[in-house]
């Protein structure tokens, strides 16, 4: 069952531990509203046309916790940062069966994009209304059906398949027809090796819960691609969750 956000920890403080622009060691205090400019100036994309992760993963690299979804993983400061890096984005790519597992709600005004291939969404919990304003599910032609069965409303943009698989390249050409050029991907592990193995993500934001998770959840995605990336940005809040934001040269 769901966490609600009001019952996950609160972390009072957040600390800046390194940072490659040279920010001197600081704490931000999470109580005031005014922190929330701070954190976007720390995770401000460099770039107008930017790509990148976000994530938590547990301390043995599992994506989910006790209750099956990432809320039993996460804290309301994690939530924050999320929060903060979405309202920066024009566009949220996740594959379906996050969108099946999570606890996704609107996004609004940052659109939510779905990558599927069965256009089977059955799960979510988007109503219409909200479907109709802000998810795009990206789907072979002839799962559209599916898709206006599983979750109405929403826009479709049927891609052709190559393989079983919606070409990445095809899914980010089709945010920037739509003029979503900040794209922040959610996960899961399977969309994200993807987009990892073909060298699309300029950045990985990566939180790090100080718990070990059951061993059969989803694991933080793998790549055969070894890129190396590069820390911008460590902070550490006072519930000791670790915070890394990692950049390549791309
Ligand atoms: N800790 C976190 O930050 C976090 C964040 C997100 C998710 N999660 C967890 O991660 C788990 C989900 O990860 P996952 O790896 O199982 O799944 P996923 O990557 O979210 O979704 C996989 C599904 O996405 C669709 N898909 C992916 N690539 C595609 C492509 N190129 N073309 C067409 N369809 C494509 C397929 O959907 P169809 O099956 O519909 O064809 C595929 O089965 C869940 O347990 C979720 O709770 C954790």
């Given amino acids: 069952m769901a966490i609600a956000i009001d019952a996950m920890p609160d972390p009072e403080r957040l600390r800046v531990l390194a940072s490659r622009s040279g920010t001197a060691p600081q704490e931000l205090d999470l109580r ?10 720390l995770y401000s ?3 107008p046309h930017w790509v990148r992760m976000n994530m938590i993963g547990s301390l043995n690299g599992r994506v989910t916790g ?7 993983l ?5 939530r924050r940062i999320l929060s903060v890096i979405r309202r920066m984005s024009d566009a949220i790519v996740v594959g379906a069966e996050t969108v099946r597992n999570e606890r996704h709600l609107s996004t609004k005004p940052t659109w939510l994009c779905v990558v599927t291939a069965s256009g089977n969404l059955t799960g979510h919990r ?15 032609p002839d ?8 979750m109405p409303g929403a826009q479709i943009q049927a891609l052709e398949p190559q393989g079983g698989r919606i070409a990445l390249e095809e899914v980010i050409a ?18 994200i090796s993807q ?5 699309r993500l300029n950045e990985i934001c990566l939180t790090q819960a100080p718990v070990f998770a059951p061993n059969e959840a989803t694991s933080l995605p793998g790549s055969v691609a070894g890129t190396k990336f590069e820390r911008e940005l460590l902070l550490e809040d006072s519930a000791e969750f670790i915070y890394q934001r990692l950049v390549t040269t791309l």
């Fill in 32 to 41: 005031d509203p005014a922190v929330d400019e701070r954190i976007r100036e």
């Fill in 45 to 47: 994309p460099p770039r």
């Fill in 66 to 72: 006790s209750d099956g979804t990432s809320d039993s």
């Fill in 74 to 78: 996460s804290n309301r400061a994690d």
């Fill in 126 to 140: 988007i109503s219409e209304a909200d479907a109709a304003e802000s998810v795009l599910v990206c789907c072979p």
């Fill in 143 to 150: 799962a559209r059906g599916e898709v206006e069965r599983t």
């Fill in 174 to 191: 089709a945010l920037r027809e739509r003029d979503l050029h900040q794209i922040v991907v959610e996960g899961g592990n399977r969309l």
């Fill in 195 to 199: 987009f990892l193995d073909e060298g």
